[in-house]
């Protein structure tokens, strides 16, 4: 009887009851005990926000139900469907399928999309690209997988790529990827693929075509000769001398108003030349040396030529060279060798300089500065660059450089700049006239449409 009453004396661990209700014991009893993570007895709800669930796990992202702190919840681990397995909500509409490839890709206007990707998958999207745009695009974070976003060409070939930048979203940039820029008008496709085709649980797809007026990029300079970041086929300016290209006379070389003053190139090369020729019946006195005829009037040396001079019964016409070598072949090599032709340019400098002329003529030359003969050259050879050097001072002011260049056959033409301790110049004022600063202005002396700085033959005939 004593151990009876002992036991009757401890506390009760009992379950509660509800009314004359006895509540078994386990999830669902109030009581929080074993693997439980919480229990509010007969509140436990799978339906109720910020509620203990039925199965005393307390309320999460991914249990179906919207809770505090969640802007969705619809209890899958794929997104696509407007709410992401992280529980927010997707801004870009839903892709549709069949998008597989770049010939099914889904139409858009170019807003955000969003999207899930089983392994292996691809979604592709078409945006109608005007004439010279860039396409842009970059998936929105967060990203929970590394992804590659692809451009193609309305052909179906494929033209750039994008990788995860920093912070792991994929990235398509036309700075980065020139085949994203300057595009051909019609219908290109940008396709998502996990990368190496794992499973992406969610993305949102943002598309930014870039308008053509604002697509400008560095470019090298034999894509874009005016500098201005579009490529010729661009450029409503291609020369960027201020004169569209339907207006003017000469679309590809300078003669507006914006003309920039003339200049060597980034390396120091001379680049547009006065020539005149091709002079031909004559053979060289020693091996390729040019002959010592004066071709260009009593006196050669004496001569400061202007565009569209006459000389020995040719005119004085621009040679614009489109790279470093100055190539008489295309214009002058109308005739047989043996052949001559002048080159002629005017150079400025604020103060008189010690330089050294860098020449590389096929084949022979000559060269005067201000009249005078600096240097000649009687050996038959190919163009090569700093082939040749000469010690001068260039006077302060502007000086007429000369250059008399043989040709005994095959390949004609030369290479010519300034060094300053071995280094190229290029910080000098260069013209085509003799009066100074050079500024042809649209001229078109034989009224024939084409402009004198591009025309073979600028006085007629």
């Not at 999830?27 to 229990?39: K, L, N, W, Y």
């Not at 990235?171 to 693929?193: H, I, M, N, Q, T």
């Not at 043996?338 to 096929?362: F, I, K």
Request: with cysteine; charged share 25%; glycine share 12%.
């Amino acid at each position: 009887m004593r151990i009876h009453l002992l036991f009757a004396l401890l506390p009760c661990a009992c379950h509660p009851e509800v009314g004359d209700s006895w509540i078994e014991p386990g999830c669902g009893d109030g009581v929080v005990e074993g693997a439980e993570a919480c229990d509010e007895g007969a509140a436990n709800s799978d339906t109720a926000a910020d509620a203990c669930r039925t199965d005393c796990r307390v309320p999460g992202c991914g249990d179906g139900v919207p809770d505090s702190g969640e802007a969705c919840d619809d209890g899958n681990p794929q997104g696509g469907d407007g709410c992401t397995p992280l529980c927010t909500l997707e801004s870009g509409a839903p892709e549709q399928e069949p998008n597989d490839t770049p010939q099914s890709a889904e139409a858009t206007d170019g807003s955000e999309l969003s999207g899930y990707l089983p392994e292996g998958d691809t979604d592709c999207f078409a945006v109608e690209m005007a004439a010279c745009q860039a396409m842009a695009a970059h998936l929105v974070g967060p990203c929970p997988v590394p992804a590659t976003l692809s451009l193609y060409h309305p052909d179906g070939s494929l033209l750039a790529t994008g990788g995860p930048a920093e912070d792991g979203c994929a990235v398509l940039d036309p700075v980065e990827s020139p085949g994203a820029r300057f595009l051909d008008e019609g219908r290109w496709a940008v396709c998502v693929a996990g990368l190496l085709g794992v499973e992406v649980p969610f993305y949102t797809l943002a598309l930014e075509p870039v308008p053509a007026e604002e697509a400008h990029y560095d470019l090298p300079e034999d894509d874009d000769p005016d500098g201005d970041g579009y490529p010729d086929q661009c450029d409503e300016d291609r020369d960027g001398d201020g004169v569209l290209d339907e207006l003017d006379d000469c679309p590809d070389v300078p003669d507006g108003p914006d003309m920039a003053p003339m200049t060597p190139s980034d390396d120091g090369w001379l680049r547009a030349w006065l020539t005149v020729g091709p002079f031909t019946g004559r053979s060289s006195p020693d091996t390729c040396l040019p002959t010592a005829d004066h071709l260009l009037g009593e006196d050669d040396a004496a001569v400061w030529p202007a565009l569209g001079d006459p000389a020995g019964g040719f005119p004085w016409i621009v040679l614009w060279g489109t790279d470093d070598r100055v190539a008489f072949e295309p214009d002058y090599a109308t005739v047989d060798a043996p052949r001559e032709v002048y080159q002629a340019l005017y150079v400025h400098s604020d103060a008189a300089r010690a330089l050294t002329l860098s020449l590389g003529p096929d084949d022979g030359a000559r060269a005067w500065l201000d009249g005078d003969e600096i240097w000649e050259n009687a050996v038959c050879q190919g163009t090569v660059m700093d082939h040749y050097t000469v010690d001068l001072t260039l006077p302060a002011g502007w000086s007429r450089l000369l250059i008399k260049v043989y040709d005994q056959g095959g390949g004609w033409g030369n290479y010519v700049r300034f060094l300053d301790a071995g280094v190229p110049v290029t910080d000098m004022e260069l013209s085509l006239s003799p009066e100074g600063s050079w500024a042809p202005g649209q001229s078109d002396m034989d009224g024939d449409g084409e402009g004198d700085v591009c025309d073979r033959s600028p006085t007629g005939g």
